[in-house]
């Protein structure tokens, strides 16, 4: 196998196992896709952070977070704050069943507010930074001189699995037409979004 395709396969191999997981970002992905709302904005400002993160820990940005701690501390204070506070809304859609509704066209969200959602939720969250700018740009170093293939390659994964989890999800609408699929769901949310914001926090205690 030619070294620039196995880097750029590694690169893919790692991007997915690192994103293809329950996660704040993931789970508003979903429910906006389940929703038909703002799909493609939401969409790409995950692809293209992930892309700008990518290339950063590539470029050796991991170093320089890692020897500033005090960076990622203040940074996981907000983003546990953040991912409280949402986890708690999703809690109350989800004991408000009147609230949850799949009509395509009601109740929208403004697009400036859900591009301010996802920017947090992709942001202000440490572990973006752990993981794809400190974890993925240090094994990146291990393909010396293709780098850039391992960054196209993990730039691929990103794209292709939030596309796949925003624009795939209308698959399963049939289900979420009943507002005890929603209930289910907004209450895993809400538990998923306060055990990662308890995560961020129980390090500085």
Same mark, same amino acid.
């Given at each position: 196998?030619?070294?620039?395709? %196995? ?5 893919? +191999?790692?991007?997915?196992?690192? !994103?293809?997981? !329950? ?8 429910? $906006? ?6 799909? /493609? ?18 470029? +050796? ?8 701690? +005090? ?11 953040? %991912?409280? #506070? ?36 992709? @942001? ?14 240090? !094994?990146? $170093?291990?393909?010396?001189?293709? $780098? ?15 596309? #796949?989890? /925003? @624009?795939? #999800? ?16 907004? +209450?895993? !949310? ?6 990662? #914001? ?8």
């Amino acid at each position: 196998m030619p070294p620039t395709l %196995l880097a750029a396969l590694s690169g893919l +191999g790692l991007g997915l196992s690192l !994103i293809v997981a !329950i996660g704040a970002q993931n789970a508003f992905v979903l429910r $906006q896709g389940l929703r038909r709302e703002h799909v /493609g904005a939401v969409v790409a400002v995950c692809a293209v952070s992930d892309a700008v993160l990518i290339a950063a820990g590539v470029a +050796g940005a991991g170093a320089v977070v890692s020897a500033h701690p +005090g960076v990622l501390t203040a940074v996981r204070l907000g983003g546990a704050a953040f %991912l409280a #506070a949402y986890g708690l809304l999703a809690a109350r859609r989800a004991l408000r069943p009147q609230v949850l509704d799949t009509a395509e066209g009601t109740g929208r969200t403004p697009l400036r507010t859900t591009l301010a959602t996802v920017l947090a939720l992709t @942001w202000l969250n440490p572990h973006v930074y752990l993981d794809t700018v400190v974890l993925l740009g240090s !094994i990146a $170093q291990g393909h010396p001189g293709r $780098q850039g293939w391992f960054a196209a390659g993990a730039v691929l994964g990103s794209v292709a699995w939030f596309s #796949a989890l /925003g @624009w795939g #999800a209308r698959l399963l609408r049939p289900v979420f037409a009943r507002p005890g699929a929603w209930r289910v769901l907004d +209450g895993t !949310i809400a538990v998923v979004m306060l055990a990662l #914001a308890a995560s961020l926090v129980r390090p500085l205690l």
